[in-house]
């Protein structure tokens, strides 16, 4: 379950294509569409929406109780894939991590570095770490107590010590809300290292974690690059139309840059457009990818 640009959503759709999975979701709000919903469809995913009283009812005791009965043996997702069971999965990333080490020549690392919205990816890497590395969460949200608490509980769920994270605040003007200093971070960190980002979660994460490094509070980090490059399109149009005509008119373009919607130096197979036909491209990766962020 989740909103019409939920990259959750967007991942389980994804996944129940590759994997032949029938798959369901709960949108909020009254039908709508966006890249994303339309992604959804095409995945073969089944829409139901909730509207916005509805999508309220989703902590009540019974709410799951009419979805089990009218699809009986699914497995129901909480929102955001939260969840225990979602952070036990993720646990399962720091042998990821650890697998492209030698390539990247680095013997270990200091830490891992990743967005944080609900926690529960972080809770999944401080369980995977084991306390052999930090885990440091750059939150794209206000909620840092909301964020701790559901760390806290999973980590207790677990049966594990509330330790072995550090919180960071990252989400500058709000959950959702991108100025042009972050959009224009966002530019220079796509054409610089080959590889797009978004900007309610990943551009934000590195954005404070370059600001950490130039504090010279982390030295060597691994980033868990937690975005499925497809779920740009949803952003493209968010930034593109109405952020871009408000705020980034006002950042002044560099020379050779064009206006309007990016495309990733080196990725254009993989770089999102707003407008034109849809084309269809090829499954994105199950997880997400591993970047290679070394920094000292
Ligand atoms: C790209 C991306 N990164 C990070 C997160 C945050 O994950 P979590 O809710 O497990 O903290 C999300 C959540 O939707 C996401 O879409």
Known sequence: MGGPHSNHLHALAAAG??????????????????????????CGMALHWLGYGGYRERYQPEFWAPWQARYPGFHCVPEG??????????????AELRQPL?????????GCWLAAG???????LVLGEAGRHPVYGALAGPGE????ATVATLLQQAGRDDT????????????????????????????????PLEPVYTAKALMALREQVRAASLRLVRVWY??????????????????????????????????GPRRVAGRAS???????????????????LIANASVR
Request: some cysteine.
């Open 226 to 259: 937690s975005f499925i490059p497809e779920d740009c399109k949803g952003y493209e149009a968010q930034i593109w139309t109405p952020f871009c005509k408000r705020s980034l008119a006002r950042v002044p373009l560099k020379p050779g840059e064009r206006s």
């Open 17 to 42: 294509r590759r994997f032949g999975l029938r798959t369901v979701g709960l949108l909020r709000g009254h039908p709508q569409d966006t890249p994303t919903v339309q992604d959804l469809l095409d």
């Open 270 to 288: 993989q770089a999102p457009t707003v407008t034109g036909p849809r084309r269809r491209q090829p499954p994105p990766p199950a997880t997400g």
């Open 118 to 124: 609900t926690g529960t990816t972080l809770a999944g």
């Open 164 to 195: 072995g994270y550090r919180l960071f605040d990252a989400s500058r003007r709000g959950f959702g809300r991108f100025d042009p200093e972050l959009v224009r971070f966002m530019r220079d960190a796509e054409r610089e290292g080959g590889m």
């Open 81 to 94: 894939g939260g969840g225990l069971l979602g952070a036990l999965g993720c646990a399962e990333l720091v």
């Open 145 to 148: 107590h909301a964020v701790a």
């Open 102 to 110: 030698e390539a990247f020549g680095w013997g270990d690392y200091h």
